[in-house]
């Protein structure tokens, strides 16, 4: 089925143009919003973490590190984990949200370049809607160079890894105070710290992946980049 839209007269040519402007608008607030929700989660979580540290810092000073600040250290930082682990999976689902109205807007694009092709040359973004176009709207340098560094440390650099570092990083503090209360040497504390910090960081990433691995039917490529 062909995609091109056919010869149009002026007034229904002008027509068209605004009802993809208009959609194009109501992509761009729909991604603000997304955007302010993701901050507005950041801050939450960050906010949460920042309080509990406090309070288990005036509790050690009061305990000096005693069974009274592990039984108070270990439910408070289950708490901060769990609003940490459902703040990252929430950004990942907001990053797929934010995937899709990127390509939504490159569809568009696409729209305005069948109506006026010479406008093409203009374009900083993308007008095709499959991975490499999304990339390109969103300015990452990896769409023509992949196997280059900037697409190594892209991801590590995005919001939900690094709040996934510092969950994963709370998780280790949870069992290194349960060693610690089991009264462990400190060479166990250390390697059960280390090892949930590796565990929690790697199941997180998986799951986190596999979530934003499917896309759905409506966002199968209609305009696919040229790739060579």
């Known amino acids: ?20 402007a208009t959609e194009h608008w109501s992509l761009l607030a729909t991604r603000a919003l997304t955007y302010n929700e993701a901050l507005s989660r950041v801050t939450i979580f960050l906010s949460i973490l920042s309080g509990a540290l406090i309070a288990l810092a005036l509790v050690a000073q009061a305990d000096h590190f005693g069974p009274i600040f592990i039984s108070i250290a270990i439910p408070m930082l289950l708490i901060v984990m769990f609003v940490g682990v459902t703040t990252v999976s929430r950004l990942t689902a907001l990053n797929r949200d934010d995937y899709r109205w990127v390509i939504g807007m490159n569809r568009l694009r696409h729209g305005y370049v069948d109506l006026h092709p010479e ?10 809607d499959d991975l490499y176009g999304a990339l390109q709207t969103l300015g990452i340098d990896a769409v023509n160079a992949p196997k280059r560094l900037g697409s190594v440390i892209h991801i590590p650099q995005t919001l939900p890894a690094i709040l996934l570092v510092i969950v994963a990083a709370v998780g280790g503090a949870i069992v290194a105070l349960i060693a610690l209360a089991t009264v462990a040497p400190a060479w166990v504390i250390g390697t059960a710290a280390a090892a949930a910090f590796v565990l929690v960081l790697v199941v997180m990433g998986a799951w986190n992946r596999r979530s934003i691995k499917n896309s759905p039917p409506s966002l199968a490529p209609r305009f696919p980049s040229p790739r060579g």
């Open 1 to 20: 089925m062909s995609t091109e839209i056919p010869p149009l007269g002026r007034d229904a040519a002008a027509a068209r143009l605004q009802i993809l």
């Open 119 to 128: 406008l093409e040359q203009y374009f900083i973004t993308s007008p095709h």
